[in-house]
């Protein structure tokens, strides 16, 4: 591990150059004895002094217990494997211990324990570990505290006009410092004059940031490289990878050229677990997936096209808005999309129907948040529209767990590292939700109102105790969990994952029951066709078409003459009563006509 102190400080405060140079020795000042002093002496002659160069020492003796020394055996035998792995195949053995060396996680344990244990045997003390010190004692009772959390600081965006923070990345030594990126991502509607610079901020002074980060384009994501903490990788709005090393400043250390770069912003990067730790990969709502080393980011090193066709054609592809890459496996990524799909990739396909392996589908919006579950890599947790997800890979139809429906939109989510059953969510209302659904699956064990504004991000820290989630106006807010939520519970793993086997049963079972449901229809439908194909004509194809031709006049005439009587009822009556009716008018008429008639015929008789 580098272990590198800069200081900084302005050249005018280190005062003028000095210019050395060799020249002759001279006497600057002389200093001759003074003989009143000298008086004031008595020489002293013979003079007697001891020249022994150690000290005198003298010899005690003290009677002392006797100690008995006894050897004794530990019987060892290796255990704690997986279920899936057998202890007495040598091949599994040695695959599963390669899987676990490989994981960071195991090295800073080895580490960490590692300098325990050389302290434990630098004591050179012989102890009996079956001996019981604390028989007499009774048990404890262990009151559990109840979830609470604390705002620890708040980092406010130093710009004028403000900007949501859109990523936050811990630094990898020590959680010192936190790298933030900002970017307004409402299309075409950012602010004139707004600031493209992101910063990193030190804990423990939130008045102005450490290190200011300045890009061409404002930066959606931001990550620290895990094996070199000077390094950073950041996505662009323009669809550019950019990386910096805070060792050389503020400016860009490496830019990709815009030709090979993203056509639309850039929502997720990460860092591959690799020999040079300069391998990396992003994500971007043109449904394009890139890989790239940082030493050469003139173009991409490779690329995967998000089309769920296996046709790789650039037109049907899904925008990709959130990543997930798993070091222990590592030809495995996945893709949260903004149609609301999880695409499950292998990077080692050699056909498009290879590279996408399956999908998993369940949100209605957007997916902004993707990880797996970081001591059961097979559950992963996604969260898009009003609810977050858990899924298992063996169960591809349906989500296994699920939250409940809330009123505000959710906005990102992330595992606790320390507690397989701690999830942390943040809503649009700007409340941060921590579950932990071994103490309560319907709602969250605490409920926290972080700010006013909407929250868009969160980070936790590696350690499990600190969080930070970033606002609409840019403002991050430091938070820290009480110790029940940072530390592993008696039993919480093995009792997590008979949750997690469970319901991933339950699932399966109810994917069978609706697979066979839809067999059945299909056989029934497929029947019922069959029987009307078999059944003889009884009309020809004359008589049909009279037929409906009757049907749709009869449909017409009956329309006609409905909206017709209804024109009749909202025709206005007649308000005086001496007015007569339409009846009475016509039948004194009828009247009239008779009596002419009956006229007519007397006077041809006369004549």
């Not at 001996?131 to 505290?145: G, S």
């Not at 990550?223 to 950041?234: F, G, I, M, R, T």
């Not at 790789?312 to 949260?336: D, Q, R, W, Y």
Request: hydrophobic share 30%; charged share 30%; net charge negative.
């Amino acid at each position: 591990m580098e272990i590198v102190y800069v200081y900084v400080k302005k050249r005018s405060e280190f005062g003028k150059q000095c210019n050395f140079s060799d020249r002759q020795a001279e006497l600057n000042i002389d200093i001759p004895p003074n003989p009143e002093l000298a008086e004031q002496f008595v020489e002293r002659n013979p003079v007697d002094t001891g020249i022994q160069c150690s000290t005198s020492m003298s010899e005690h003796e003290a009677n002392t217990e006797r100690f008995e020394m006894e050897t004794r055996g530990v019987n060892h035998i290796e255990g704690g494997w997986p279920k899936d792995v057998n202890p007495l195949e040598l091949e599994q053995t040695i695959r599963f211990r390669k899987k676990v060396e490989k994981d960071e996680n195991y090295i800073n344990a080895i580490m960490q324990l590692g300098s325990i244990m050389e302290h434990c045997i630098k004591q050179n003390n012989a102890i009996d570990i079956y001996q019981e010190y604390f028989d007499d004692e009774d048990a404890v009772e262990v009151t559990d505290e109840a979830p609470s959390a604390k705002t620890i600081n708040v980092f406010r965006d130093p710009q004028e006009i403000k900007r949501p923070a859109t990523h936050v990345s811990w630094h990898p030594d020590g959680n010192r410092k936190l790298a933030v990126a900002y970017s307004c991502l409402n299309f075409q509607r950012a602010p004139e004059g707004m600031s493209n610079e992101s910063y990193i901020w030190d804990l423990e002074n939130p008045n102005r940031p450490e290190i200011t980060l300045k890009p061409s384009s404002p930066l959606v994501t931001l990550e620290y490289n895990p094996k070199d903490s000077h390094v950073l990788l950041a996505g662009c709005y323009n669809g550019q990878i950019a990386c910096w090393d805070t060792r050389k400043g503020s400016l860009v250390a490496e830019l990709s050229t815009i030709e090979f770069s993203h056509r639309d912003p850039v929502y997720g990067t990460i860092w591959l677990q690799s020999k040079t730790g300069t391998e990396c990969f992003s994500a971007s709502t043109d449904g394009q997936v890139m890989w790239w080393d940082i030493r050469k980011l003139s173009e991409p090193t490779e690329v995967v096209i998000m089309d769920i066709t296996k046709k790789e054609h650039l037109e049907n592809a899904l925008g990709a808005i959130s990543l997930e890459f798993e070091s222990t496996l590592p030809t495995k990524f996945m893709v949260g999309t903004e149609q609301g799909v999880v695409i499950s990739c292998n990077r080692k396909g050699k056909t498009p129907a290879e590279k996408i392996v399956c999908t998993f589908s369940g949100h209605h919006g957007p997916i902004y948040a993707l990880q797996r579950n970081p001591f059961y890599p097979k559950n992963f947790l996604t969260v898009g529209d009003w609810t977050a997800r858990i899924w298992s890979e063996d169960s591809r139809e349906s989500s296994i767990m699920w939250t409940k429906y809330h009123m505000a939109y959710l906005t990102d989510a992330a595992w606790s590292p320390v507690r397989p059953a701690v999830f942390f969510t943040t809503k649009m209302d700007g409340t941060l939700d921590i579950w932990d659904f071994v103490f309560k699956q319907c709602d969250p064990a605490l409920s926290l109102k972080v700010c006013d504004e909407a929250l868009f991000c969160l980070r936790v820290q590696d350690n499990g105790c600190f969080i930070a989630c970033g606002s609409q106006l840019g403002t991050t807010t430091l938070l820290e969990v009480s110790n029940g939520l940072c530390t592993l519970q008696r039993n919480e793993k093995n009792t997590a994952s008979s949750m997690f086997e469970r319901e991933t049963r339950r699932e399966k079972i109810l994917e069978a029951r609706h697979r066979e449901m839809r067999l059945k229809e299909k056989g029934k439908a497929e029947g019922r066709d069959d029987e009307l194909r078999d059944e003889p004509p009884i009309l020809n194809l004359e008589e049909l078409v009279t037929k409906a031709e009757e049907e749709f006049f009869d449909i017409i005439f009956t329309e006609l003459k409905r909206k017709e009587a209804e024109a009749m009822k909202k025709q206005p009556k007649p308000k005086q009563p001496s007015q007569e009716t339409d009846e009475e008018v016509q039948g004194e008429e009828e009247a009239e006509e008779e009596r002419g008639d009956g006229e007519g015929e007397e006077g041809g008789g006369v004549q």
